[in-house]
């Protein structure tokens, strides 16, 4: 070692020739790296530089494993909810009941009118399953029920503006008052099957289409009576009740009446004759809702 005096003492000088030859030396053992001269130590060499892949390997499968809980969690709630609403709303049978087209709809409403020269009233089947309405006239539907619906609110509400006589609440009084005699009559029919114990595959939807055609005819009746007073609202609401008995007859004894239909002709019993009289009440039914929703709107 050297020593260098100066005035305050002495002060050792370590000597860096030792450390530098240490450090370009050829042998190859140098077990650490100086960092003396640069401030700072250079970056861990290896796999660890890549980001931690020991959390990595541990988050990845954690993360797939997440996901696919959630994905099954989420499956198992949309099949719970899809099963729930259809059993109380079924959704696949409403869209049958909504295929439709233009063809189908102008057929339709011309049936309603003018039933009287329709000759065959059976529904098609294909493998034992009904066929669309789009392809079958005498198919019930809910497309023309629901717009008839729509369009009697809308006529009532022209009737009684044109009468001075037209609110907001009235109107909603009005189409209130039509679903709940709608509804009432649905569940009429649907006691009296039960009473009656008749084993038909007439649904509650099918009754609801049967009992939303009237709209068609009371929608007739206002809209001439609007047009041409009163005589015109009781003559064509006349005949569209009329129209309405013939299709309602025609139509459900096929359904209620599905032994005498196979035969051609009444068969004898206190059975067949209950739901004869049910199949006349029934069609007896819709001329009488016809007028009393109606008949307030022409004066």
Partial sequence: MDYTANQSGFRQQPNMRLRNSSVDGSDGSQLFEDTSGTG??????????????????????????????????????????????????????????????????????????????????????????????RFDVNAPDLYIPTMGFITYVLVAGLALGTQNRFSPELLGVQASSALVWLIIEVLAVLLSLYL??????????????????????????????LMFGKPAYYLSLLWCCAAIFVFMIRTLRLKLLSEAAAEG?????????????????????????MYWLTYHLIR
Avoid at 54 to 59: E, G, K, M, P, Y
Avoid at 202 to 223: E, Q
Avoid at 271 to 285: D, E, F, K
């Fill in 40 to 133: 700072y130590s250079n970056p861990p060499a290896g796999p660890q530089a890549a980001g931690f892949p020991a959390q990595s390997i541990l988050s990845d499968p954690m993360s797939n494993l997440a996901m696919a809980y959630g994905s099954s969690l989420a499956s198992q709630g949309r099949e719970m909810v899809d099963k729930n609403l259809d059993r109380f709303i079924p959704i696949s049978k409403l869209k049958y009941y909504f295929a439709v087209d233009t063809v189908y709809v102008g057929k339709k409403l011309g049936l309603l009118v003018f039933p009287y020269m329709h000759e065959n009233w059976e529904v098609s089947y294909q493998q034992d399953t009904p066929v669309a309405p």
């Fill in 196 to 225: 009656v114990t008749v084993n038909t595959d007439l649904t509650t939807i099918d009754l609801l289409a049967f009992s939303g055609y009237k709209y068609v005819g009371m929608i007739v009746g206002v809209v001439a009576g």
């Fill in 265 to 289: 002709r009444l068969v004898r019993g206190a059975r067949n004759q209950l739901r004869m009289y049910l199949t006349m009440s029934i069609a007896a039914a819709q001329p009488i809702f």
